[in-house]
């Protein structure tokens, strides 16, 4: 009679995960058999939408609460939708999704600006604040037409689109003289690695609206949020029209497309003239 041997290690091989769209999370199976060892690595795929709230569509973070019927949800939207599921009204807030909460909790990944220096490991519930203020995230060039991304943006305006319209802030006001069909202004600080954009809006009916705004990374560590870089804009007096000026804190972004000013001057169409142009002051600092 023929002996046939199983292999241990073969016994309840995990299978080969599938790919899909959702985020890859790894994992590792030692197998020991005798003097032999081996780790075979792995990963699971899970789609993203699995891990977010299906109010909100944001990602779970570390208090999530599911109803009688087991509809999950954040705590913030609990409290939101007055405590009724959306999905089925029973009520919803009081009983907290342990099995979902370990999940979540025990999932981790590197920052995705990993390829530009960053190197920590992320919770998931923390990913989304850190990559939002990431030093090593790459800066967009605001220049139409110019495919730049990364961490040395000062140095490329200097060398790309030096004859692009860009001035070095030498003293603390710079003075610009800017025409109306102009979408921004560059002003780079003189001896330093700072990109200011001075954006000439035209979201606005019978004028212009300036604003401020500078490209980068934000620093390490941040500032309080009351110690930010003071700026004031000022357009001079023209045909009898008073002097317009504005003042605040600097906000920082990494892409100027798309960026809304909070806070802006506006320039009435009066003050452009025939020339389209304006004379502003910028100050910094």
Known sequence: MQNEKTDAADCGAPKRPRTTAGGLYAYANQQHDGEDETTETGGYSIERDALECGICFMPFQAEIYMCNNGHAACGSCCAGMHRACPSCRQPIGDIRCRPLEKAVAAISSPCKFRVSGCMKILGYTERRSHEASCPHAPCRCPFDGCYYQGSMLYHHIQEEHA???????????????????????????????????????????????????????????????????PYAIKVGAVDGLDQLSISGTIPRVRCVQGFEAKSFLFVPDAYWGSSGTIDVAVTIG
């Not at 560059?186 to 700072?194: A, D, K, P, Q, S």
């Not at 979201?203 to 110690?227: A, F, K, N, Y």
């Open 163 to 229: 004859t692009d319209g860009v001035d070095v802030a030498i003293r603390r006001c710079t003075a610009v003289t800017l025409h109306r069909s102009k979408p921004f202004h560059v002003l780079l600080n003189r001896g330093g690695t700072r990109v200011f954009v001075l954006p000439n809006g035209g979201d606005v009916p019978m004028g212009r609206s300036l604003s401020l705004v500078t490209v980068g990374p934000p620093p390490l560590p941040p500032p309080p949020p009351q110690r930010g870089t």
